[in-house]
């Protein structure tokens, strides 16, 4: 039986984090926020909660809140920041981790997962892939944009925690798996075919359907890098299911182009950075991979956006 008295300590408050927190509330589990300093703390005790909007209907969530340097134990966290501000949040909460703690990582790419696993030896790291859909409307205030799948595992332990029985009573649709690193890889490689042509084509997902000839191309190299990376799993029908999601999401943009759109940092060095990273340590030659990222880079750039 799961402990009714383990909190879950959500650091992350925007969309998939906020979702979590208000669905997990909701379904009756003690859940507190962490966030970065008293400004923020007093923002949100003046918003009063986390507000979810679900089909039309906004119903505030007054959750407990703290700021990072609170003494109090952690003894489940998900960790549900950016993937370039993962290992400074995790560095920061290390003191305060219990031996038995274990850690949801809901980062996009790869990369972020190990450098966290590092500053934590003593934590269960689980890393979690998601495809819900849900955005920000303001601070403190997320909408549910599209029911979607979680798959959570753990490569160094297969067995799964007893508290996913908390997510099904929070109706966050879930799987355990067994190869999760393949799941991410996966999806790794399905941002790397789309995300960075849609922010250079300044286009909605669908608009690719105009360019075939450069994603069959990328899809083959990055099936090869796949294979190359002990992914072969990962590699099946991956140009099909481009296809398919650039199909399905024809009308959306992509979160790398709301990011430069927005003028915000991209997560370009966890996804199509981490994917020539690793090709250049495999010696794998994919020049059309790397001429994408080249021609991204320069264009984060040129908007004085980060390239990391």
Same mark, same amino acid.
């Given at each position: ?18 979702? =979590?927190? +208000?669905? &997990?509330?909701? /379904? $009756? ?5 962490? #966030?970065?300093?008293? *400004? !923020? @703390? ?120 007893? =508290?996913? +029985?908390? &997510?099904?009573? /929070? $109706? ?5 798996? #067994?190869?999760?690193? *393949? !799941? @991410? ?124």
């Amino acid at each position: 039986m799961s402990d009714p008295r383990t909190t879950w300590h959500i650091l992350g408050a925007g969309s998939l984090g906020g979702l =979590w927190a +208000a669905r &997990l509330a909701r /379904a $009756g589990a003690p859940v507190r926020l962490i #966030l970065r300093d008293r *400004g !923020r @703390l007093a923002a949100y005790r003046q918003a009063g909660g986390v507000t979810l909007v679900e089909r039309g209907q906004a119903r505030l969530y007054p959750l407990d809140a703290e700021t990072t340097d609170d003494p109090a134990p952690i003894r489940r966290l998900l960790l549900a920041c950016k993937a370039y501000d993962a290992e400074g949040a995790i560095a920061a909460l290390a003191p305060r981790l219990t031996g038995d703690a274990e850690v949801v990582l809901l980062q996009n790419g790869l990369g972020s997962q190990e450098a966290v696993a590092a500053r934590v030896p003593q934590a269960r790291c689980i890393l979690a892939s998601s495809t819900e859909g849900a955005f920000r409307e303001g601070a403190w205030r997320v909408v549910f944009a599209g029911h979607g799948h979680t798959w959570l595992g753990d490569p160094l332990d297969l067995a799964p925690p007893h =508290w996913l +029985a908390e &997510l099904e009573q /929070a $109706g966050i649709v879930h799987d355990w798996s #067994l190869d999760i690193l *393949g !799941r @991410l890889w996966r999806k790794l490689a399905l941002n790397c075919a789309i995300n960075p042509l849609t922010v250079l084509y300044d286009c909605r997902n669908g608009a690719l359907q105009q360019h075939p000839a450069e994603l069959a191309t990328l899809c083959d190299e990055l099936g090869e890098l796949l294979h190359t990376c002990g992914q072969a799993a990962a590699a099946e029908g991956l140009h099909e299911e481009v296809q398919r999601v650039i199909r399905a999401t024809a009308a959306n943009y992509s979160s790398m182009h709301q990011d430069v759109a927005q003028g915000r940092r991209t997560e370009i060095g966890y996804l199509i950075g981490h994917a020539c990273a690793a090709a250049e340590r495999h010696r794998l030659v994919l020049p059309h991979l790397a001429a994408l990222h080249q021609r991204l880079l320069k264009h984060l750039n040129q908007r004085g956006l980060p390239s990391h």
